[in-house]
């Protein structure tokens, strides 16, 4: 449980990095065998791509860093509910354990929303954590949404 | 019509060149005001990229062609239904129209698996068509997939 916190921390960071460039703040780690192989944040604005969910950044960077296209025993940690779009992306990558931070009631495609890896076309499903550092991460999208309004 | 099947031959044809680099058949083009701004064949093999999906890859090569994060007025045509990650990602990219060929009950997420679009976890369904050049779309996967298994 030490390194999964410290990994859950690490995307927390990555968190707050993208709230720094304007994104909205969501932050990923994927790890196999302890070793951080990838961490990103949130980059859709910057990069012009809707794709660009930390989930799929951390997996496409994983799966070039590897030279493979599966991740097969990887665990990935994010800090909000992965979307619909990610969960695929995660089931499709072969990745072991899912720990997530936060619910996402509107977005979410795992424990909300289309539950994908309960459904009988998901054909991998990674094991699932959640509630990892819940607070934090549902604090600094929170922030960040009540900051834009007071801009807007 | 014509030019809607005409987008949707250059979209086969993309799926005939996924096929000859040895990927799983399967083509996208994306058009805004009659005019193609990307095209693309399934790529994750060469790679090493599981969400590199066509459909992935035109939102993101149109994306950045651009300069935007949304293709709010862009039409999609697609070989094969898109999976759950694919729809989800139309969804995200605000894509007006999506054409489909052949139909996918394993693997689509459309009108089969999560049929995102008719959630409530989707918030910008694209108006969908489905069954154009269906056959042939079916016929170049079928084809491929008997080759494989002679294959192995």
Do not use: W
């Amino acid at each position: 449980m030490v390194h999964t916190n410290h990994f859950m921390e690490l995307a927390l960071a990555e968190a707050r990095g993208a709230k720094a460039r304007g994104e909205v703040p969501i932050g990923a780690v994927l790890v196999l065998g302890n070793t951080v192989i990838a961490k990103a944040g949130n980059g859709t604005r910057e990069l012009n791509d809707v794709t660009a969910h930390a989930e799929i950044t951390v997996i496409r960077m994983a799966c070039e860093a590897l030279g493979q296209e599966r991740l097969t025993g990887a665990d990935l940690y994010v800090t909000l509910e992965p979307c619909t779009m990610c969960a695929a992306a995660i089931s499709f990558a072969r990745i072991r354990r899912l720990y997530y931070g936060a619910e996402d009631p509107k977005g979410g495609g795992v424990d909300n929303g289309v539950r994908f890896y309960r459904q009988p076309t998901c054909h991998h499903a990674p094991e699932v954590y959640s509630g990892m550092a819940e607070q934090d991460a549902a604090d600094i999208l929170r922030d960040f949404f009540q900051q834009k309004r007071m801009e807007d």
